[in-house]
């Protein structure tokens, strides 16, 4: 695998190859869903696109869908990695 910072989608692209979530899931996930200390991920929104609307939905497809998936330690530095950047990028660029 390429280091965390060779392209900006790669912890998607991790997080869709390494727990089995919908691409709907992934696309809504948010922060507060991971809990990298505890290197889990909370499976409780989705995003989907209707024509060129995105719609964000509570709740998942199936109620059995709605569910907390383990990280591995690889996966869960990526993230931290991805989340610092993401951090210095908002604060390189100011309030907008």
Do not use: C, F, N
Not at 29 to 53: C, E, F, H, N
Not at 56 to 62: F, L, N, V
């Amino acid at each position: 695998m390429a280091p965390a910072s060779a392209g900006a989608l790669d912890p998607l692209e991790r997080l869709a190859s390494h727990t089995g979530a919908r691409r709907s899931e992934l696309l809504g996930l948010k922060w507060p869903q991971l809990d990298l200390a505890a290197a889990r991920l909370s499976i409780t929104a989705r995003r989907t696109r209707v024509g060129y609307q995105m719609i964000e939905r509570a709740g998942t497809k199936t109620a059995a869908g709605a569910r907390v998936i383990d990280l591995d330690p690889l996966t869960v530095e990526v993230l931290r990695t991805w989340r610092k950047a993401q951090a210095a990028v908002r604060q390189a660029w100011g309030v907008a």
